[in-house]
Structures are given as structure tokens and as C-alpha cells.
């Protein structure tokens, strides 16, 4: 049976599954650059690359302007401290620095490649960090062990003139000196006043302490302790680094060091710190027990003997996470903007107090979506903006880049300010943390949810998922021994606790037949024909237990064609009073979300029709948070060219002017007219134009075909198709989709159910 990780709720098969399917790793690279014409060719390569070459020649600036550079970052790394399991070596470093790359992108729109120095020499890193500097705007150190990821920084920092960021020392610092400045705040300490205890010598606890003392706290009120106790003046065996923040105190011990400090910073080990030593420590003592996984004493501990204490630890599952995620992609961000020569203890400071700021105003909605629909207020249990906070983007890189520009070590001056904040608030919509805001909120009031195609392997991986991360209760149909077999095969015990149900239930069966019965009796159904469906369909199995109050949800497909659920899901199912049974998908794709409709139902839909899925895509794109803004899409703009092919969408236009509605909308236009701004100078006259964030497609096959593609040769992400109008909260899951993708549509399925009134 496949070993089970520790801490997260997944298989090492799964993880594994998840690099290696479809392209190995997590990053590819991509032209910025169309190369579809002969032309494109001459542009890009022989000849048209030659001009850029001899411009650069002439000015070596001019590399920031004609090539990547400027948005590039090498994340380097000798595989010496990878995570909190070792030196396992270069190689096996390399899903690390792919997944940092990862998030470079995802949070800031950062390119990044990952490079793995087979190396443990110092200088030989330093020199071959240096032979290919050039390339690069900045350089990302991480999992480098201490004392070599000192030197080999430091060196750097003294040979090149590009940022030099190691992530494990600085982003933790940055983050935690943030939480501190904010937990002073509250606790009405002053920074130059405070007493702090650091326990941990490594390459965090040491960055950590001198951003301490770069903020204000004094170096005499600090003491460090490491394994053998408090580092103090003329201790033997004691490297420079360490010597650097050695303490003239008399206290030998950490459980002497905590007697009434005002602050503990732990980055060591777990269990070391008792109720004792919280006991003895200052009034509103500031406690952070950031070792992972497990922090030096447990948040509960510490509340079992003071209840004035302000906590933050490394983990996710209690407040106040210390989290580099709020930090290293967004301070990066800033310096290459300005094209920094450095990162300096200026511009780390200002990254923290930034942060910390943030922490202070009223969160929007997005991180209210994250807190399962609570709004955290600045106090003791939120010092540390969420991860979800969408003006992270801008806050941080702003302010970085300010104090760059102060410092000296900008080579480009950004004037507008203001600007420059909303050009960094485009680069990532909010509306990609879509899925975590959803499951958030369900996790709040968590739904049964009904997996219909059970024995499917992609189908019982989601549903296992939809419970281990506690979004809501699977419930799985279908026959209990083919579950079981596949529950083996994906490396589970045979009797892992998930409901399973089926027609062998009698008294179920009897009282969905009932309830069938009575919907289908009128339209020519004997009692025994649909004693004969609920027993043998899945689908009418499962609408009836939503029916009958028995499951609040539904995701099914997966195992048939889309066209064939539906109209299976038709047969049993109504649709909402007023609206029309419509299939919308979401795409996520460069920063922009547009929802897509109809895109699985109406062949060639009537002008009515499409009225009326636009209404309803307004009505859904309000529950996710969206401000709708509708175009009609064809072939032509505007009436040109005329075509037969688009009078219905013309006649939709008009009866939603008719109707007198509460939402921006215009057609008919094309898809690009749609989407990009350029077409506004054109076509000023529209509100619509450049703005669209719902599509109305003409007819399903252009809808389909154009979703399809996007999917394929996008490079967008794909949510849905959604199963719109239904009256019943169900999402039907396309042929052979994925496992997330089924745990996507589950999840909206939950949401729905609790965020529409399906008794009209």
C-alpha cells in the first residue's frame, strides 16, 4: 500500500500521478510571440533577431527591452536543505524549484526556470551562479544549506547587480517581522522596549533577527539560543554567523531566556518550549512557533495558561500562518519593475511594513470567501493578511519598489504610482482564486454530495477528496464490491469508510419510485417502468434522493457522452420556473475570466432563448462575485457583414432593450471585439466592447468548438461546463474529465444548493 504523507491528505501515488501526467514536471515554456507566418519566423530568429543584437551591443540596457530578462528569475538551488527532508541532492530538488517557478507565475506573473547545481563547493556554485547571471533579472536561492547559503549569498550580492533573494532567510524574515510590527501594535509594546528570545541559529532564525534589529528592535534585547542553549559572548564552537547576534547575559538556557520576554520567535524544533516557559514570560507575550510541521509548543498549550497571548505559527490550520507566499513572489515583483540591482534591507523592511498595513484594513470579499464567509478583522487572530487577499498583487511590489527607488538601487523610475498599482491589480484577476473562495464556503456549511458513477476511478478519487479536504460528505453510488476493488487499485483499504448506496436498499428505492411516479405518472409511465429506472439509472436514483431531501447534491457524467446525461437528467428532473436548461463554462485564462453559454444543450437556439440564458448567466455570475458585463457573439460587428445567420441574435438585443434590464450588454460583435480594449477606440459608443465577461454564443456547435479549442491550444482552464436552469442542484461532468475537474463541478454543485432557492 502506497506510503500516506503526514500532514496533507493525499497518496504518494497521487502525488506522483499529478507530475507525471501529461507533460512531465509543472512548467513548460511558451512563445510570447505569434510564429504563425513565415514572417513571424524572420522576426523572431534570422534575420529580424540580428537588430535587437546590435542595439544591445551598443547598450547593454537595452537587454531589459528586447528580451526577457526583465521578468525572469532563476530559482537555484544544490539540493543540501530540501524542505524538512535533508540533502537528498540536486536532482531531487528540481519538483521543489519547479513548483517555486510555479508561483512565481500563479502570484505575480513572474517567469521563472529552475536550475539544480550538482555541486556542495561554495565557490564552484558562486562561480557558475555568476557565468549565467546575465540571463536573469533576479536570482532565487532556496534549500541551500547554512553556513553556505550565508556565503554563497553574500558573494553574490558583492559580484552581481541583480537581486540576490534567499527565500528561506528573507521571505520568512519579511513575513514575520510584519506579523511582529502588527502584534506590537496591538499589544501596545514598543519595538525598541521589547525583550525577544530567537530560538534557532539557521539561516531563517538568523535573517529573521537582523530584520528584527533593521525595524527597531535594540541587539541588547535580543538573545538566540541553538541546541546547546543561549548564544552568548566568548561561547566556543560558535560560527560568525551566530557570533553576530551573541548576547553579554549570564542566562545559559532558553527556559532562563523566556523569563519575562516580551517575544519568542521559534524556528527549531517541535515540543521544546513547555507551559512553563509561556508562564514566565511578559504580560501580552507575542509567541511565534513557526517550526514545521509541528511548532515549537501547540497553540492550545499555550491558551491552557495564557489567554493574553498573541499567537502566529507556520501552519495553515491555526490562525496567523506565517506563510513566504505573501512575500517572495510579490517583492520579486517590484524589484524587477524597477529593474533593482539588489534587494536590500531597505526594500525588506518596506515589503513588512507594507504587509503588516495591509493586515489592518477591511479585507474584501475575496478573503471573506477564503474565511468560509466570516470577515476577519485586524486583532490577535488575524496579524497576517490572507494569501487570498487580491491587493497583495498590489501593495507589496509598490511598496518595494518605492524603496528601491529611495535606496539608490533602482535603475528605472516608476512616476505614477497610482498607475503603476492598477497595472499590477490587471496582471492577476482576483477570479483565479475562484475554486478556493467556493470551497471555503462550503467547508462553512458542508453538503451531502452525491458522486454518482462511483465505481469510475476518477470519480471515487474526487469523492475521497471532496471528504478528506472536509468540503462536504461524499455519498457514492453503485455496487459496494466494485467500489471496494477500486478503492484497492488506487491504493486504499478495501474498507475505507465512505457511504455507498444503491438499489439494494428497498425502503429507498420504494420512496423514490413514489416520488417519480408522481412526476412521470402524466407523461405515460407505469409505476413498474420507473420502479424499473430508479433501479437500473443512476441518475434518476440520485435526483430522487436530492429530491426526497436524502442528499443535497449531485455530479454525475463522466462514463457517458454530456448529451446523453442530459437528457437522462430531462427526464426527471425540471427545470427552475422561468429559466431554460443551459450548459455555461468558465474560462480562466491570462488573468481573465469569461463565462461561456450555451455550451452542451440547444443545437440553435431562438432568440427568446437566448434572452433567457443571458439572464441567468447574470444571475449565476452575481453568485461568484462577478459584475456581469454580456456580449452577444457572431461573425459579425455590428451588422457587418449582414448575414441571415444573425438576425436572432440582432432580435435578442432588442427585446433585452425592451426588458429594460439591470446589466451592461451589446452585440452583435465578434469574439475579439469582445475581449481586448483595443476595439474601444473603434466602437466608443459601447460599454461592452473590451469588457466582456459573459459570451452568448449563437449556436452550440461555435460555443462548443471555440471552448474546445481554447481548452487544447488556449492554454486557458477550463470550469464546467456548468448545468445551468436545472431544477435540482446537479453538475454533469464532460466524458472522462479528470479528477479535479469532477471535484470542481462537485464543489459548485455544493455551493449551489446552498446559495440558490431551488423551490421555484
Known amino acids: 500500500m502506497p506510503k500516506k504523507t503526514e500532514i496533507d491528505h493525499y497518496t504518494d501515488k497521487e502525488a506522483l500521478d499529478f507530475h507525471v501526467k501529461g507533460k512531465s514536471g509543472k512548467i513548460e515554456i511558451s512563445s510570447s510571440k505569434p510564429l504563425t507566418t513565415k514572417r513571424d519566423l524572420s522576426l523572431a530568429y534570422s534575420p529580424g533577431v540580428a537588430a535587437p543584437v546590435k542595439e544591445i551591443a551598443k547598450n547593454p540596457d537595452l537587454v531589459y527591452d528586447y528580451t526577457s530578462k526583465g ?287 495591509l493586515a489592518r484594513e477591511n479585507v474584501p470579499d475575496e478573503v471573506v470567501s477564503a474565511y468560509g464567509g466570516d470577515r476577519p478583522r485586524y486583532g490577535k487572530n488575524y496579524i497576517i493578511p490572507s494569501t487570498f487577499d487580491p491587493r497583495l498583487i498590489s501593495v507589496i ?136 429506472l430508479v433501479r437500473n439509472d443512476r441518475i434518476a436514483w440520485g435526483s430522487s434522493m436530492i429530491a426526497c431531501k436524502d442528499a443535497d447534491a449531485m455530479v454525475t457524467g463522466n462514463i457517458r457522452h454530456y448529451a446523453a446525461s442530459i437528457e437522462k437528467l430531462k427526464k426527471v428532473v425540471e427545470a427552475r420556473q422561468g429559466e431554460e436548461i443551459f450548459g455555461m463554462t468558465m474560462i480562466v485564462s491570462k488573468g481573465k475570466t469569461v463565462l461561456v453559454a450555451d455550451t452542451n444543450v440547444k443545437d440553435f437556439p431562438s432568440s427568446e432563448r437566448l434572452v433567457k440564458v443571458s439572464k441567468s448567466c447574470v444571475r449565476v455570475a452575481r453568485l461568484f462575485g462577478f459584475d456581469p458585463k454580456v456580449a452577444f457573439l457572431s461573425h459579425s460587428t455590428f451588422g457587418k457583414p449582414i448575414s441571415k445567420n444573425t438576425k436572432h441574435v440582432r432580435d435578442a438585443i432588442e427585446i433585452l432593450k425592451g426588458d429594460k434590464v439591470d446589466f451592461d450588454f451589446d452585440g452583435e460583435m465578434q469574439p475579439d471585439v469582445a475581449l481586448n480594449p483595443i476595439y474601444q477606440e473603434i466602437y466608443p459608443f459601447s460599454k461592452i466592447v473590451g469588457k466582456a465577461n459573459i459570451l452568448i454564443m449563437p449556436a452550440l456547435h461555435s460555443a462548443a468548438i471555440s471552448t474546445k479549442l481554447m481548452k487544447v491550444f488556449g492554454g486557458g482552464k477550463l470550469i464546467g461546463p456548468l448545468l445551468i436552469g436545472l431544477g435540482l442542484p446537479i453538475e454533469v461532468a464532460p466524458l472522462r474529465a479528470s479528477t479535479s475537474e469532477i471535484l470542481n463541478l462537485a464543489s459548485i454543485a455544493s455551493f449551489s444548493s446552498g446559495v440558490i432557492d431551488y423551490s421555484n
Not at 138 to 164: H, M, R, S, T
Not at 516 to 531: A, H, M, P, S, T
Open 71 to 357: 521578468n525572469l528569475v532563476a530559482v537555484i538551488s544544490n539540493g543540501s536543505a530540501i524542505l524538512g527532508l535533508g540533502n537528498l541532492g540536486s536532482l531531487a530538488s528540481k519538483p521543489v524549484m519547479e513548483g517555486k517557478s510555479v508561483l512565481f507565475k500563479r502570484f505575480a506573473d513572474i517567469d521563472s526556470i529552475d536550475i539544480e547545481i550538482d555541486n556542495k563547493n561554495t565557490d564552484s556554485i558562486i562561480e557558475t551562479i555568476k557565468n549565467i547571471s546575465g540571463t536573469f533579472g533576479g536570482i532565487n536561492l532556496e534549500d541551500i544549506a547554512a553556513p553556505d547559503c550565508f556565503i554563497i549569498e553574500q558573494k553574490l550580492k558583492e559580484l552581481l547587480d541583480i537581486p540576490i533573494f534567499h527565500d528561506d532567510q528573507h521571505g520568512t524574515a519579511i513575513i514575520t517581522t510584519a506579523a511582529l510590527i502588527n502584534a506590537l501594535n496591538i499589544s501596545n509594546k514598543k519595538i525598541s522596549e521589547v525583550k525577544v528570545v530567537v530560538n534557532g541559529a539557521g539561516a531563517s532564525a538568523i535573517a529573521c533577527t537582523n530584520l528584527f534589529k533593521s525595524s527597531g528592535i535594540k541587539n541588547e534585547n535580543v538573545i538566540m539560543c541553538d541546541r546547546s542553549g543561549v548564544i552568548y559572548k566568548g561561547r566556543e564552537n560558535v560560527d560568525q554567523f551566530k557570533s553576530a547576534h551573541a548576547s553579554n547575559t549570564k542566562l545559559r538556557t532558553l527556559e532562563e531566556a523566556m523569563k519575562g520576554a516580551d517575544v519568542f520567535l521559534g524556528l527549531s524544533a517541535k515540543d521544546v518550549v513547555n507551559k512553563k516557559m509561556i508562564k514566565s514570560m511578559a504580560k501580552n507575550p507575542i509567541i511565534f512557533a513557526c517550526a514545521n510541521p509541528d511548532p515549537e509548543i501547540k497553540p492550545e498549550l499555550i491558551k491552557e495558561v495564557r489567554d493574553d497571548a498573541i499567537i502566529a505559527t507556520g501552519r495553515s490550520d491555526y490562525p496567523n500562518q506565517v506563510n513566504n507566499l505573501i512575500g517572495f513572489p510579490y517583492i520579486f515583483r517590484g524589484a524587477l519593475d524597477v529593474r533593482a540591482k539588489a534587494i536590500n534591507e531597505e526594500m525588506k523592511v518596506a515589503a513588512a511594513k507594507a504587509i503588516a498595513l
Open 397 to 532: 511590489p509598490s511598496a518595494v519598489a518605492e524603496a528601491a527607488m529611495k535606496s539608490g538601487v533602482a535603475r528605472k523610475k516608476i512616476d505614477d504610482f497610482d498607475l503603476y498599482k492598477d497595472q499590477l491589480s490587471n496582471r492577476l484577476d482576483p477570479s483565479m482564486s475562484l475554486m478556493q473562495g467556493i470551497n471555503a464556503k462550503i467547508r462553512k456549511n458542508p453538503k451531502r454530495v452525491i458522486f454518482a458513477e462511483g465505481e469510475d476511478e476518477n470519480m471515487l478519487k474526487a469523492a475521497i477528496e471532496f471528504g478528506k479536504n472536509k468540503l462536504g460528505k461524499p455519498i457514492l453510488i453503485g455496487a459496494e464490491k466494485r467500489i471496494k476493488e477500486q478503492l484497492k487499485k488506487i491504493g486504499l483499504d478495501e474498507n475505507y469508510k465512505i457511504e455507498i448506496v444503491n438499489s439494494t436498499d428497498k425502503e429507498k428505492r420504494e420512496k423514490y419510485v413514489k416520488h417519480l411516479y408522481k412526476r412521470l405518472q402524466r407523461e405515460g409511465q407505469l409505476e413498474r417502468d420507473v420502479d424499473r
